[in-house]
């Protein structure tokens, strides 16, 4: 059974920066790619970054400028690094990963933007 293990959510002020984590449980070279979403109260849940195996991350343009997602694949984890935090970016964030033998979700992590 794939796991995958966020971490790094938490209270930050508008204007501050967090970084998420999410720890695969096999090799990240198992998945074609990953990815972080989140869902705020009420919302759909939407995508925030996608990396793949191979190339360029991928960003919707909503989420362009402050949100980068990072590989460390000696850990087999991702990184999403959040910075300029306003609050609406206030929601759960989960970690995705995506293998021939299925998608994963991690358990989410809740970000709240807040003074």
């Known amino acids: 059974q794939v796991q995958l293990v966020e971490s790094g959510g938490g209270l930050v002020q508008p204007g501050g920066s967090l970084r998420l984590s999410c720890t695969m449980s096999e090799s990240i070279f198992s998945f074609t790619n990953m990815g972080w979403y989140r869902q705020a109260p009420g919302k759909q849940r939407e995508l925030v970054a996608r990396?793949?195996?191979?190339?360029?991350?991928y960003y919707p343009d909503s989420m362009k400028g402050r949100f980068t997602v990072i590989r460390d694949n000696a850990k087999n984890t991702i990184y999403l690094q959040m910075n300029s935090l306003k609050p609406e970016d206030t929601a759960v964030y989960y970690c995705s990963a995506v293998g021939t033998s299925g998608d994963y979700w991690g358990q989410g992590t809740q970000v709240t933007v807040s003074s």
């Open positions: 990396i793949f195996k191979i190339g360029s991350p």
